[in-house]
């Protein structure tokens, strides 16, 4: 299953609500997690089976989407939240596949 | 607090091989789906091989398929990732990260990774 994030880069101001969109070549159901990733740090889970909040992370992260087409949304840029963002599938247990990642950038 | 600590990483000539390990603490380690995901440099996630809690089941990716093996020694809390027939392109730092499973839709996702070990194959 291959996995294509738009855009590849993102150029955005705090306080803006920022889209992330993730793409399966087939369907995925809800078998898709957001990560955010800082420059020298692993990654970070964010959203787990496409739309729930993983423990910890603030509200303004939401994820939404089934079967192909997927969203994670910023409500309003914090500047902590310039980073890379990866989706991820895992509806094969097993075999995962990342998105290409978006990487969000200060305007 | 689940902590996972790779080491192993190191500089490897093409053709040749590495063992990589993940030490972990915190978790019920025979029962957690183990995963190695790599990085290269300025480049984003490459998921390599997932073994799941009892060693039974094994997966790949295809760029390492034939090449390298995933194994786990759950009396010592480790996972472990056997590297051969290296080639340059498998320059990356690699994660090793736990399967967290959500039993609402039945999926799973990396909660936990630890920092990476870095892997140079370079003449």
């Known amino acids: 299953i291959q996995m294509t994030q738009s855009p590849s880069s993102l150029s955005a101001s705090v306080g803006d609500r920022v889209t992330i969109t993730c793409r399966a070549s087939q369907s995925v159901a809800t078998h898709l997690n957001w990560y955010q990733q800082k420059p020298g740090k692993a990654p970070v889970v964010l959203i787990y089976?496409?739309?729930s909040l993983q423990s910890g992370v603030p509200s303004r992260f939401s994820g939404s989407g089934s079967g192909t087409d997927f969203t994670l949304t910023i409500s309003s840029l914090q500047p902590e939240d310039f980073a890379t963002y990866y989706c991820?599938?895992?509806?094969?247990?097993?075999?995962?596949?990342f998105g290409q990642g978006t990487k969000l950038e200060m305007k | 607090e689940v902590q996972l600590l790779e080491s192993g990483g190191g500089l490897a000539r093409p053709g040749g091989s590495l063992r990589l390990s993940c030490a972990a603490s915190?978790?019920?380690?025979?029962?957690?789906?183990m995963s190695w995901v790599r990085q290269a440099p300025g480049k984003g996630l490459e998921w390599v091989s997932t073994?799941?809690?009892?060693?039974?089941?094994?997966t790949y990716g295809d760029s390492v398929k034939g090449r390298f093996a995933v194994s786990r020694d759950n009396s010592k809390n480790t996972l472990y990732l056997q590297m051969n027939s290296l080639r340059a392109e498998d320059t990356a730092i690699y994660y090793c990260?736990?399967?967290?499973?959500?039993?609402?839709?039945?999926?799973?996702?990396?909660?936990?990774w630890g920092q990476g070990t870095l892997v140079t194959v370079s003449s």
């Open positions: 990260a736990r399967a967290d499973y959500y039993h609402g839709s039945g999926s799973y996702y990396f909660d936990s």
């Open positions: 991820q599938q895992s509806y094969y247990t097993l075999q995962n596949t």
């Open positions: 073994l799941t809690g009892n060693g039974g089941s094994e």
């Open positions: 089976a496409a739309s």
């Open positions: 915190g978790l019920t380690f025979s029962g957690a789906v």
